[in-house]
């Protein structure tokens, strides 16, 4: 019988239990398909003359009261089988469904069915082998169906026969299965025969000749469509494993990454040279060319920092979304303009800077502030400017993460709204407590104002005896090099040339960072948070030389050889 001319009966059962002799049936339903649609539907509660379980009627929602006055299995499994006919028996798992049925059939003294039986667990074993739970939740979710009534017959029922007409329209255009009999043979294939499908021309071509050919060292990726257009940008630390992952085991990837690979006809790279150099080219790639498969990194995001303005006697400290080199000082940047709020409130709620305007400082007297034990009020002079100079010092250490007493009286805070029973303050105290906790850690990588963080940062390389060193000026990496961990003569003299290009006198100072190069700027902060364990950084600051900034490179590197750095 060709596959547009059979019946399909899918029925789901809802049981007290997992053992079709000894549990019973408390609900029923059939979703019965034909010609490509759903025609009917058939659906019941059912008395199973015993109460049920809690832990069922958690699953299900069934309670023993919503059976008591339903009628028992023997009253309705023949409206059942009428419904069923000669059609074929459709279920996920058919062999549980199916022996509760035949159970309560032989109680009832009725022959087992012999209909037809397919199960659609046994078709997603065979058609998304790469699925990692073939479960009906897992494959309604992998077609996009959404399960109305989960863990109730009826709507198990109707997502199992959405998943049934998605499996048969796989399996004629993939596997060439017409009729009925090749459909029920081939649910118990072996995988490797099951497997043998025809593979798109177009795939079959990137999979045998552009994934052999991709690299295994960093850079970025272009995934392209039939016109050549760039679908999706990404980067890698090994180009060969990343791109590769996309074309493994389709069906276990998320719809929008399986919608991207449907639509990907040619890849195309760039290889970098290291991770952190494929980092910062994949951010300036995207917004670039705003490929339509990337989301998160298409617009540079408006990332806050942290102002102390120190061109005034008695600095006050704010957040702004630009840098720029008018002498204060900047440390960042945070997550949003959400966080840097809060940051500048703690530092005025533990430290004692001045919130006042400069009209209202100049009066020469005491504010509210000052009152509210906010400020040590320094526009009254005296020993008051001693102090305040102490607290901006206390605050720059603070900001650079060198100072955890804010993180301590947090915690102490936490403790007591816990002993005083106020819940909700406690958990608020934990969660500021846990955000400051990664800000210090981040801004301990580097230590210093962002436009004043000048370093080398040294890096295992991607090969053997091998290192990566990474210059960054003004807050941004410039260069990167890559040497051996033993250098010979030409070696270093190379390395003293790049250092003095970007350590030398002749560098200028950036007038402002906007959007974009703040995003740099972020990049490169993230970076070095998660490669603080293995990621040594050198600093430099206006007065040493690049003699002594080579020195202290080549100091590092021999310890290293030598085994004195951990």
Request: aromatic share 8%; with cysteine.
């Amino acid at each position: 019988m060709r596959l547009q001319d059979v019946t399909f009966v899918v029925t789901d059962t809802e049981t007290t239990g997992g053992k079709a002799g000894a549990d019973r049936v408390i609900e029923l339903a059939a979703v019965k398909v034909r010609g490509g649609a759903v025609v009917d539907r058939f659906s019941q509660l059912i008395n199973p003359e015993r109460s049920i379980p809690r832990r069922i009627t958690e699953i299900t929602g069934i309670t023993t009261g919503m059976v008591f006055n339903q009628p028992v299995a023997a009253e309705v499994f023949p409206a059942y089988l009428d419904f069923l006919g000669e059609a074929v028996f459709v279920a996920h798992h058919a062999p549980f469904d199916l022996g509760f049925i035949n159970a309560e059939l032989e109680r009832m003294g009725a022959p087992a069915l012999a209909n037809p039986v397919l199960c659609t667990l046994r078709l997603a074993r065979r058609l998304l082998a790469g699925l990692r739970s073939k479960g009906l939740g897992s494959v309604a979710a992998f077609y996009g169906i959404t399960i109305d009534g989960r863990h109730r017959a009826l709507g198990d029922a109707e997502a199992t026969a959405q998943v049934l007409l998605r499996f048969l329209e796989q399996l004629a255009g993939e596997h060439e299965l017409e009729t009925l009999d090749d459909l029920l043979a081939f649910q118990h294939r072996t995988y490797a025969r099951a497997a043998g499908r025809r593979e798109p021309a177009y795939l079959r071509r990137i999979r045998e000749e552009v994934l052999p050919a991709l690299p295994p060292r960093p850079g970025v990726y272009f995934l392209k469509d039939r016109r050549g257009a760039i679908l999706y940008i990404g980067k890698a630390r090994r180009l060969s494993d990343r791109v590769r992952s996309y074309f493994t085991a389709i069906e276990a990837h998320p719809p929008r990454i399986r919608r991207l690979v449907e639509a990907v006809r040619d890849v195309a790279w760039e290889e970098t040279g290291s991770e952190l150099a494929a980092l910062l080219r994949e951010s300036r790639l995207i917004k670039a060319h705003q490929p339509r498969f990337n989301r998160a990194l298409r617009h540079e995001r408006s990332r806050p920092f942290i102002r102390l303005d120190t061109t005034e006697p008695f600095p006050r400290v704010s957040w702004t979304s630009y840098l720029r080199n008018d002498g204060a000082e900047y440390f960042g940047p945070l997550g949003g303009r959400r966080q840097a709020e809060q940051v500048v409130d703690l530092i005025h709620r533990f430290f004692k800077l001045r919130e006042c305007d400069d009209d209202t400082f100049a009066r020469g007297r005491a504010c509210l502030y000052a009152e509210l034990d906010r400020c040590g009020a320094p526009c009254e002079g005296g020993a008051a400017a001693e102090h305040y100079a102490r607290e901006v010092e206390q605050v720059r250490a603070f900001l650079t993460g060198r100072d955890t007493s804010v993180q301590q009286r947090i915690e102490e805070a936490m403790h007591r709204a816990a002993r005083a029973l106020d819940f909700e303050a406690a958990a608020r105290y934990r969660d500021g407590l846990h955000r400051l906790r990664r800000l210090q850690e981040k801004q301990q990588c580097i230590a210093a104002s962002v436009l004043d963080h000048h370093a080398v940062l040294l890096q295992p390389g991607l090969e053997p005896h091998r290192v990566q060193l990474f210059l960054v000026r003004y807050g941004r990496l410039v260069d990167t090099v890559t040497m051996p961990r033993r250098p010979a003569s030409p070696d270093v003299d190379a390395l003293k040339g790049k250092l003095a290009e970007w350590f030398g006198t002749t560098q200028v100072e950036p007038e402002r960072y906007l959007k974009k190069e703040v995003d740099e700027v972020r990049i490169l902060a993230h970076w070095m948070y998660v490669h603080r364990e293995d990621a040594h950084q050198i600093s430099w600051h206006p007065g040493m030389t690049v003699e002594a900034l080579l020195a202290s490179i080549l100091d590092r590197l021999t310890r290293e050889a030598a085994g004195a750095v951990p």
